[in-house]
């Protein structure tokens, strides 16, 4: 995975067990860390900035972004 920041936009979804779920405008999934599963609740529309980890402790298979800046969009 790339070491570069990254912006993403897109909405909490259920389903994170460690880590919080993530789905981007595009369909993408996402694990994130850098966050606490109950500190967003789901629906909440979120900009994102972060890297890419490259070994995630997320017990989902997708790929695990680690979150360095948060802007809150709206509730979904």
Do not use: D, N
């Not at 570069?4 to 460690?18: E, F, H, K, W």
């Not at 909440?44 to 890419?52: A, D, P, S, T």
């Amino acid at each position: 995975m790339s070491s570069s920041t990254i912006l993403v936009q897109g909405v909490v979804i259920p389903g994170g067990v460690v880590c919080p779920l993530f789905r981007t405008v595009s369909g993408e999934t996402l694990s994130l860390t850098g966050l606490s599963v109950s500190q967003f609740q789901q629906g909440l529309v979120l900009g994102l900035k972060g890297r890419w980890e490259t070994q995630s402790v997320c017990m989902q298979a997708y790929p695990t972004l680690r979150v360095e800046h948060i802007s809150v969009k709206e509730i979904f």
